[in-house]
Protein backbone atom coordinates (compact mmCIF):
# COMPACT_ATOMS: atom_id res chain seq x y z
CA UNK A 1 0.00 0.00 0.00
CA UNK A 2 2.54 2.60 0.73
CA UNK A 3 5.07 1.49 -2.23
CA UNK A 4 1.88 2.45 -4.49
CA UNK A 5 1.34 6.07 -2.48
CA UNK A 6 5.08 6.33 -3.18
CA UNK A 7 5.19 4.84 -7.12
CA UNK A 8 2.18 7.17 -7.34
CA UNK A 9 4.03 10.26 -6.36
CA UNK A 10 6.87 9.61 -8.16
CA UNK A 11 4.97 10.04 -11.23
CA UNK A 12 3.38 13.13 -10.39
CA UNK A 13 7.20 14.64 -9.86
CA UNK A 14 7.60 13.08 -13.15
CA UNK A 15 5.59 14.52 -14.61
CA UNK A 16 5.92 17.73 -13.12
CA UNK A 17 9.33 18.03 -14.30
CA UNK A 18 8.83 17.20 -17.60
CA UNK A 19 6.23 20.22 -18.52
CA UNK A 20 8.58 22.01 -16.94
CA UNK A 21 11.39 21.02 -19.29
CA UNK A 22 9.07 21.63 -21.69
CA UNK A 23 7.84 24.67 -20.97
CA UNK A 24 10.93 26.48 -19.28
CA UNK A 25 14.15 24.78 -20.73
CA UNK A 26 14.58 25.98 -24.65
CA UNK A 27 15.45 22.95 -26.39
CA UNK A 28 14.14 23.90 -29.96
CA UNK A 29 14.88 26.87 -32.11
CA UNK A 30 12.43 28.72 -34.38
CA UNK A 31 13.09 31.50 -36.69
CA UNK A 32 10.49 33.50 -37.96
CA UNK A 33 9.87 34.95 -41.54
CA UNK A 34 9.00 38.08 -41.84
CA UNK A 35 5.23 37.62 -43.27
CA UNK A 36 4.16 41.63 -43.94
CA UNK A 37 5.73 45.02 -43.45
CA UNK A 38 3.03 47.07 -44.75
CA UNK A 39 5.91 49.78 -46.01
CA UNK A 40 3.65 53.61 -46.00
CA UNK A 41 1.47 53.79 -48.35
CA UNK A 42 1.84 57.35 -48.34
CA UNK A 43 3.93 59.00 -51.38
CA UNK A 44 4.55 61.74 -53.00
CA UNK A 45 5.79 61.76 -56.77
CA UNK A 46 9.09 63.65 -56.35
CA UNK A 47 9.92 63.62 -59.48
CA UNK A 48 8.35 67.19 -59.65
CA UNK A 49 10.26 68.18 -56.65
CA UNK A 50 13.48 67.41 -57.98
CA UNK A 51 12.80 69.17 -61.06
CA UNK A 52 11.69 72.60 -58.63
CA UNK A 53 13.78 72.06 -55.17
CA UNK A 54 17.37 71.81 -53.86
CA UNK A 55 16.73 68.04 -52.43
CA UNK A 56 12.94 65.86 -52.65
CA UNK A 57 10.01 66.68 -51.06
CA UNK A 58 11.05 69.93 -49.42
CA UNK A 59 8.82 71.47 -46.41
CA UNK A 60 8.59 73.24 -43.32
CA UNK A 61 7.05 71.09 -40.56
CA UNK A 62 3.63 72.47 -40.57
CA UNK A 63 2.20 75.28 -42.90
CA UNK A 64 2.44 77.76 -40.53
CA UNK A 65 5.86 78.86 -40.41
CA UNK A 66 7.56 81.87 -37.80
CA UNK A 67 9.74 84.47 -38.81
CA UNK A 68 11.80 87.34 -36.96
CA UNK A 69 13.24 90.45 -39.41
CA UNK A 70 16.33 91.78 -37.46
CA UNK A 71 18.04 94.94 -38.11
CA UNK A 72 16.98 95.84 -41.11
CA UNK A 73 16.26 99.51 -42.50
CA UNK A 74 12.57 100.08 -42.84
CA UNK A 75 11.93 100.05 -47.02
CA UNK A 76 13.98 96.17 -47.03
CA UNK A 77 11.52 95.24 -43.23
CA UNK A 78 8.58 96.55 -45.77
CA UNK A 79 9.69 94.31 -49.03
CA UNK A 80 9.97 91.44 -46.65
CA UNK A 81 6.57 91.78 -45.00
CA UNK A 82 4.92 92.51 -48.33
CA UNK A 83 7.00 89.08 -49.53
CA UNK A 84 5.42 87.21 -46.54
CA UNK A 85 1.92 88.95 -47.46
CA UNK A 86 2.26 88.08 -51.18
CA UNK A 87 3.15 84.00 -50.28
CA UNK A 88 0.11 83.97 -47.82
CA UNK A 89 -2.57 85.32 -50.71
CA UNK A 90 -0.94 83.06 -53.64
CA UNK A 91 -0.14 80.01 -51.15
CA UNK A 92 -1.84 77.86 -48.17
CA UNK A 93 1.07 79.18 -46.42
CA UNK A 94 0.52 81.37 -42.87
CA UNK A 95 4.11 83.10 -41.31
CA UNK A 96 4.00 84.52 -37.94
CA UNK A 97 6.22 86.84 -36.80
CA UNK A 98 8.20 85.82 -33.17
CA UNK A 99 10.68 87.38 -30.93
CA UNK A 100 12.47 84.46 -30.37
CA UNK A 101 12.87 80.74 -31.73
CA UNK A 102 12.02 82.10 -35.40
CA UNK A 103 12.20 79.40 -38.07
CA UNK A 104 13.15 81.69 -40.73
CA UNK A 105 15.84 84.10 -39.52
CA UNK A 106 15.61 87.57 -41.84
CA UNK A 107 18.48 89.96 -41.51
CA UNK A 108 19.88 93.13 -43.96
CA UNK A 109 23.29 94.45 -44.90
CA UNK A 110 24.08 97.67 -46.08
CA UNK A 111 26.82 96.82 -48.52
CA UNK A 112 25.73 95.18 -52.00
CA UNK A 113 28.01 92.11 -52.97
CA UNK A 114 30.00 91.86 -55.91
CA UNK A 115 30.37 88.17 -56.89
CA UNK A 116 31.87 88.14 -59.77
CA UNK A 117 30.49 90.55 -62.23
CA UNK A 118 26.85 90.18 -60.55
CA UNK A 119 25.20 92.13 -58.20
CA UNK A 120 23.91 90.07 -55.68
CA UNK A 121 20.83 91.52 -54.27
CA UNK A 122 20.13 88.68 -51.76
CA UNK A 123 20.60 84.93 -50.28
CA UNK A 124 18.66 82.99 -48.83
CA UNK A 125 17.68 78.98 -47.98
CA UNK A 126 17.32 76.01 -45.30
CA UNK A 127 19.79 75.85 -42.84
CA UNK A 128 18.87 73.03 -41.00
CA UNK A 129 17.23 70.26 -42.90
CA UNK A 130 16.14 66.76 -41.54
CA UNK A 131 15.52 63.49 -43.38
CA UNK A 132 12.34 61.86 -42.65
CA UNK A 133 11.46 59.14 -45.03
CA UNK A 134 10.16 60.72 -48.43
CA UNK A 135 10.73 63.99 -46.67
CA UNK A 136 13.44 66.65 -46.50
CA UNK A 137 12.21 68.43 -43.50
CA UNK A 138 13.31 71.93 -43.40
CA UNK A 139 13.39 72.71 -39.79
CA UNK A 140 15.19 76.67 -40.18
CA UNK A 141 16.14 79.28 -43.10
CA UNK A 142 17.92 82.22 -43.10
CA UNK A 143 17.33 85.72 -45.91
CA UNK A 144 19.60 88.25 -45.83
CA UNK A 145 18.65 90.85 -47.94
CA UNK A 146 21.74 93.65 -49.01
CA UNK A 147 19.65 96.04 -51.53
CA UNK A 148 16.24 97.92 -51.32
CA UNK A 149 13.65 96.33 -54.09
CA UNK A 150 13.43 98.63 -57.18
CA UNK A 151 10.47 96.84 -58.31
CA UNK A 152 6.69 97.32 -57.36
CA UNK A 153 6.87 93.81 -56.38
CA UNK A 154 9.45 92.52 -53.83
CA UNK A 155 10.32 90.29 -56.61
CA UNK A 156 14.37 89.63 -54.52
CA UNK A 157 12.54 89.28 -51.71
CA UNK A 158 10.19 86.97 -52.63
CA UNK A 159 13.37 85.10 -54.61
CA UNK A 160 15.07 84.60 -51.43
CA UNK A 161 12.24 83.14 -49.57
CA UNK A 162 11.44 80.94 -52.14
CA UNK A 163 15.00 79.51 -51.74
CA UNK A 164 14.21 79.43 -47.70
CA UNK A 165 10.92 77.31 -49.06
CA UNK A 166 13.84 74.59 -50.84
CA UNK A 167 13.24 75.98 -53.87
CA UNK A 168 16.14 76.09 -56.91
CA UNK A 169 16.94 78.63 -59.47
CA UNK A 170 14.86 78.12 -62.66
CA UNK A 171 16.17 78.50 -66.29
CA UNK A 172 13.74 80.55 -67.51
CA UNK A 173 14.25 84.28 -67.20
CA UNK A 174 10.67 84.86 -67.05
CA UNK A 175 10.24 82.45 -63.65
CA UNK A 176 10.78 84.92 -60.27
CA UNK A 177 13.21 82.12 -59.55
CA UNK A 178 15.75 82.66 -62.41
CA UNK A 179 19.40 83.71 -60.84
CA UNK A 180 19.11 87.41 -62.00
CA UNK A 181 16.24 89.57 -60.76
CA UNK A 182 13.86 91.64 -62.95
CA UNK A 183 11.04 93.32 -62.13
CA UNK A 184 8.69 91.36 -64.85
CA UNK A 185 9.50 87.77 -63.11
CA UNK A 186 6.70 85.83 -62.14
CA UNK A 187 6.04 83.11 -59.37
CA UNK A 188 5.83 79.98 -61.70
CA UNK A 189 2.33 77.79 -61.58
CA UNK A 190 4.51 74.90 -61.01
CA UNK A 191 6.01 76.56 -57.31
CA UNK A 192 2.59 77.43 -56.46
CA UNK A 193 0.96 73.77 -57.15
CA UNK A 194 3.95 71.98 -55.41
CA UNK A 195 3.27 74.28 -52.61
CA UNK A 196 -0.15 73.51 -52.70
CA UNK A 197 0.30 69.81 -52.78
CA UNK A 198 3.39 69.34 -50.26
CA UNK A 199 1.55 71.32 -47.37
CA UNK A 200 -1.60 69.58 -47.81
CA UNK A 201 -0.07 66.79 -46.75
CA UNK A 202 -1.23 66.94 -42.77
CA UNK A 203 1.61 67.98 -40.18
CA UNK A 204 1.63 64.73 -37.99
CA UNK A 205 4.17 61.95 -37.23
CA UNK A 206 4.59 58.59 -38.33
CA UNK A 207 6.16 55.99 -36.32
CA UNK A 208 7.09 52.39 -38.59
CA UNK A 209 8.99 49.27 -37.73
CA UNK A 210 12.29 48.81 -39.73
CA UNK A 211 14.71 45.88 -38.79
CA UNK A 212 12.11 43.70 -37.38
CA UNK A 213 13.28 40.06 -36.47
CA UNK A 214 11.65 37.06 -34.14
CA UNK A 215 13.13 33.87 -32.91
CA UNK A 216 12.14 31.23 -30.71
CA UNK A 217 14.28 29.07 -28.93
CA UNK A 218 12.02 26.54 -26.65
CA UNK A 219 9.21 28.95 -24.68
CA UNK A 220 11.07 32.13 -25.08
CA UNK A 221 11.34 34.74 -27.47
CA UNK A 222 13.98 37.16 -28.85
CA UNK A 223 12.69 40.17 -30.56
CA UNK A 224 14.45 43.39 -31.94
CA UNK A 225 13.12 45.81 -33.89
CA UNK A 226 13.44 49.64 -34.49
CA UNK A 227 10.96 52.02 -34.61
CA UNK A 228 11.76 55.76 -36.62
CA UNK A 229 9.84 58.73 -37.00
CA UNK A 230 9.19 59.08 -40.78
CA UNK A 231 6.68 61.80 -40.39
CA UNK A 232 6.07 65.70 -40.36
CA UNK A 233 6.30 66.32 -36.65
CA UNK A 234 7.51 64.85 -33.46
CA UNK A 235 5.80 61.96 -32.26
CA UNK A 236 4.96 61.26 -28.37
CA UNK A 237 4.84 58.37 -26.13
CA UNK A 238 3.19 55.35 -28.30
CA UNK A 239 3.67 51.27 -26.99
CA UNK A 240 4.48 48.68 -29.00
CA UNK A 241 2.60 45.33 -28.12
CA UNK A 242 4.14 42.20 -29.00
CA UNK A 243 1.47 39.01 -29.78
CA UNK A 244 2.02 35.57 -30.74
CA UNK A 245 -1.11 33.44 -32.33
CA UNK A 246 -2.93 36.74 -32.18
CA UNK A 247 -2.52 36.84 -28.41
CA UNK A 248 -0.57 40.04 -26.66
CA UNK A 249 2.54 38.89 -24.35
CA UNK A 250 4.12 42.13 -23.80
CA UNK A 251 3.42 45.89 -24.27
CA UNK A 252 6.39 47.92 -24.45
CA UNK A 253 6.69 51.87 -23.44
CA UNK A 254 8.20 53.50 -26.18
CA UNK A 255 9.29 57.25 -25.47
CA UNK A 256 9.11 60.24 -27.40
CA UNK A 257 11.16 60.39 -30.86
CA UNK A 258 11.77 63.38 -33.15
CA UNK A 259 11.18 64.22 -36.37
CA UNK A 260 13.31 61.67 -38.37
CA UNK A 261 14.72 59.83 -35.30
CA UNK A 262 14.45 56.58 -34.69
CA UNK A 263 14.88 53.76 -31.56
CA UNK A 264 16.07 50.04 -31.15
CA UNK A 265 14.74 47.86 -28.89
CA UNK A 266 15.99 44.74 -28.14
CA UNK A 267 14.39 42.23 -25.77
CA UNK A 268 15.33 38.30 -25.10
CA UNK A 269 14.14 35.65 -23.27
CA UNK A 270 10.65 36.46 -23.32
CA UNK A 271 8.57 33.13 -22.13
CA UNK A 272 5.61 32.43 -24.16
CA UNK A 273 2.84 30.43 -22.50
CA UNK A 274 0.92 29.45 -25.85
CA UNK A 275 1.71 26.01 -27.44
CA UNK A 276 2.72 25.85 -31.20
CA UNK A 277 3.43 29.34 -31.79
CA UNK A 278 2.64 29.78 -35.88
CA UNK A 279 2.72 33.54 -36.03
CA UNK A 280 4.09 36.56 -34.50
CA UNK A 281 3.38 40.11 -34.39
CA UNK A 282 4.36 43.77 -33.51
CA UNK A 283 2.07 46.63 -33.42
CA UNK A 284 2.61 50.39 -32.87
CA UNK A 285 -0.10 52.22 -30.76
CA UNK A 286 -0.28 55.86 -30.40
CA UNK A 287 -2.90 57.79 -29.33
CA UNK A 288 -2.17 60.72 -32.01
CA UNK A 289 -2.89 60.90 -36.00
CA UNK A 290 -0.14 59.47 -37.80
CA UNK A 291 0.75 60.09 -41.75
CA UNK A 292 -0.33 57.19 -42.06
CA UNK A 293 -1.46 53.85 -39.72
CA UNK A 294 -1.41 50.96 -42.20
CA UNK A 295 2.88 50.93 -41.58
CA UNK A 296 1.88 50.62 -37.66
CA UNK A 297 2.35 46.32 -37.75
CA UNK A 298 4.98 43.56 -38.70
CA UNK A 299 4.15 39.88 -38.84
CA UNK A 300 6.21 37.38 -38.56
CA UNK A 301 5.50 33.19 -39.56
CA UNK A 302 7.72 30.27 -39.09
CA UNK A 303 10.18 29.51 -41.61
CA UNK A 304 9.40 26.68 -43.61
ZN1 LIG B 1 18.79 82.81 -55.93
Do not use: F, G, T
Given at each position: MEGRIINGFLVVVIIILLLSIYWFIPFKTTEFDLESNSNSNFSVNSYESTQLQFYENMRFPDKKITYKIENCPIKRKKDMERALEIMEQETILEFYPVEKNQQITITCEETTKLEGKLFIAGEGGPTNITIAGNFNVIEAGKILLMKDSE????NVAIHELLHVLGFDHSK???????EISKCDQVIGEDILDFIEKIYSIPSNPDLLFEDAKASMHGKYLDINFSIRNNGLKDAGESKVKVLANGKEIKEIEIPEIDIGYGRKVSIA?????????QKIGFIIETDFEEL????NRVSFEIKK
Open positions: CERPNPKNIMYNLWVKQIDVDKAN
